[in-house]
């Protein structure tokens, strides 16, 4: 098995010398969001593949509080996965390259034999500065550019997976709501 940083290079290449694109990821510029150190995605395949099978059910990375508890006919409170390390440029949905390690390792969950099958809410989120309906934008843009990013470089059917933007409805840190850890992509198993 190949180190990471080499498989990725040779992803990156591959993808190069086909003339395919590896999404949404820009150069950086400017206007970028503070990024923690981030040498690699924050879990791996296999990981995401036990919080998002049904076969696993017991398994969350969180959960929402009772009250904010959505209905199933929204696709929520079902198995899902927060992830923090899909990073956008700020005011964006460019994704940061810092984010391909953790976007690659979904695209792998999903792609497995245990997900194959499985239809997915991919939800975007913003934190709580500027205008509300804004933000609702701002997170269903970023919830389509990772839905791009994996139908593009992963082959998976775009029906399997549904876009949806919450902008700063559903904030991870009400107590900090404009913090950069409100900035977040879910995905939610949809038929679970």
Do not use: C, W
């Amino acid at each position: 098995m190949l180190p990471r940083a080499i498989a990725m290079v040779l992803v990156v290449g591959l993808a190069t010398a086909t003339g395919a694109t590896l999404g949404p990821a820009q150069a950086a510029d400017d206007n970028l969001i503070d990024v923690p150190e981030a040498s690699g995605a924050e879990m791996d395949s296999d990981d995401i593949i036990r919080m998002l099978s049904p076969r696993t059910r017991g398994l969350r990375v969180h959960s929402t509080p009772e009250a904010e508890e959505p209905s199933p006919e929204e696709g929520l409170g079902q198995l899902s996965a927060s992830f923090d390390s899909i990073l956008f440029a700020f005011d964006s949905a460019r994704i940061l390259p810092q984010s391909m390690a953790t976007l690659n390792q979904i695209g792998r969950a999903l792609s497995s034999d245990e997900l194959k099958t499985y239809r997915f809410g991919v939800y975007g989120h913003t934190d709580a500065s500027g205008r509300e309906t804004y933000n609702a934008d701002l997170s269903q843009r970023r919830a389509e550019a990772v839905r791009s990013y994996l139908v593009e470089n992963f082959g998976i059917a775009p029906s399997r997976l549904q876009a949806r933007g919450f902008g700063e409805q559903r904030l991870k840190d009400p107590a900090a709501p404009n913090s950069p850890a409100n900035r977040r992509v879910e995905l939610v198993n949809l038929d679970s």
